[in-house]
Structure formats: C-alpha cells, structure tokens
C-alpha cells in the first residue's frame, strides 16, 4: 500500500502539503505547527520542554501583558523561521 501512495505524489505535491503546513503553522493552527516541529526538531523531551508563555525570569519580574506576549511569540515565531 506505501508503494501506491509513493507513485500517486509526486514531489511536487510533498512541496505544496509542507508549503501549507508551514503556513497554517504559522496562522497559529496548534496541530500543524506541532507536527512541523516534530518533524524538523524530532519529538520533545522532558529535557527540551520549554515553556511558552513567559516567566518571572523572561519578563524580569513585570506581569504578563499583551505587549511582553506578543513579543515572546514574535521571537518563537523567529526561531521557527530559522530552524526551518
């Protein structure tokens, strides 16, 4: 049955599904952006578990607001881009 699927893609279609995962990624589709990175980083570790929102040490004491969450997504997003 793999033998059929690999004929019926082509290259080309493999290009344009990542293509559309990237972007539904980076529209902040949580499934897509976590297969992506599976796929570019492997599977998460308890060792490389980091976490998203940031803490008392990333934001210096200052309280979570819109603006110091935008930007740590913004920086995310710019390692997102790099990796892959």
Not at 62 to 83: F, G, Y
């Amino acid at each position: 049955m793999r033998a059929a699927f690999l004929d019926a893609v082509s290259d080309d279609d493999i290009a344009e599904i990542v293509a559309g995962m990237i972007s539904a990624a980076k529209s902040g589709d949580v499934p897509a952006a976590k297969l992506l990175l599976e796929r570019c980083l492997g599977k998460v570790t308890a060792a490389d578990n980091v976490p998203l929102v940031p803490d008392e040490s990333d934001s210096q004491n200052e309280p979570v607001t819109a603006a110091n969450l935008a930007e740590h997504k913004r920086r995310l997003i710019e390692e997102i881009n790099s990796i892959c």
